[in-house]
């Protein structure tokens, strides 16, 4: 074999060897590529679940709100049911009178009446602070 055949069988291996290590090398690294992508689009969805989620529980809170609003909006206009006993009528009219009131004001009106230490009282004192108070709003994610 001359030697012009030797370097030219030499060089040709030498080449395929190159190209096939670099196919291989390129094909490796390719799969890490696609790999880091999937990885992204799984911490992308990751994030707008819990965006999505976030948003339903202000959606949540905010309706919440404006249910108690007309709820409270919409209480002087709901027909207040016949009393049973006069008692009661009379407390359901306290109640009534009472509940465009400040507390300060409803407290000196009862004590004037002498009707402080009852029960029915101290619900329609409750009864009244709970519709003041404003709903704590809830961690659910």
Same mark, same amino acid.
């Given at each position: 074999?001359?030697? @012009?055949?030797?370097?030219?069988?030499?060089?040709?291996?030498?080449?395929?060897? @190159?190209?096939?290590?670099?196919?291989?090398?390129? $094909?490796?690294?390719?799969?890490?590529?696609?790999?880091?992508?999937?990885?992204?689009?799984? /911490? $992308?969805?990751?994030?707008?679940?819990?965006?999505?989620?976030?948003?339903? $529980?202000?959606?949540?809170? =905010?309706?919440?709100?404006?249910?108690?609003? +007309?709820?409270?909006?919409?209480?002087?206009?709901?027909? =207040?049911?016949?009393?049973?006993?006069?008692?009661?009528?009379?407390? $359901?009219?306290?109640?009534?009178?009472? @509940?465009?009131?400040?507390?300060?004001?409803?407290? @000196? /009106?009862?004590?004037?009446?002498?009707?402080?230490?009852? /029960?029915?009282?101290?619900?329609?004192? !409750? +009864? !009244?602070?709970?519709?003041?108070?404003?709903?704590?709003?809830?961690?659910?994610?």
């Amino acid at each position: 074999m001359s030697a @012009a055949s030797r370097v030219t069988l030499g060089m040709a291996v030498t080449v395929s060897t @190159a190209i096939i290590g670099y196919v291989h090398y390129k $094909q490796s690294a390719d799969r890490l590529r696609l790999h880091d992508g999937v990885l992204r689009d799984v /911490e $992308q969805q990751q994030r707008r679940k819990h965006e999505n989620t976030y948003s339903l $529980q202000q959606q949540i809170d =905010i309706t919440k709100q404006l249910k108690a609003k +007309e709820a409270s909006s919409n209480s002087p206009n709901t027909p =207040i049911p016949p009393p049973i006993t006069p008692s009661q009528g009379n407390l $359901q009219a306290e109640t009534d009178t009472n @509940a465009t009131q400040t507390p300060s004001s409803q407290e @000196a /009106e009862l004590q004037q009446q002498g009707v402080e230490g009852s /029960e029915e009282v101290l619900q329609a004192k !409750a +009864e !009244a602070a709970n519709q003041d108070a404003p709903s704590p709003p809830s961690d659910n994610i």
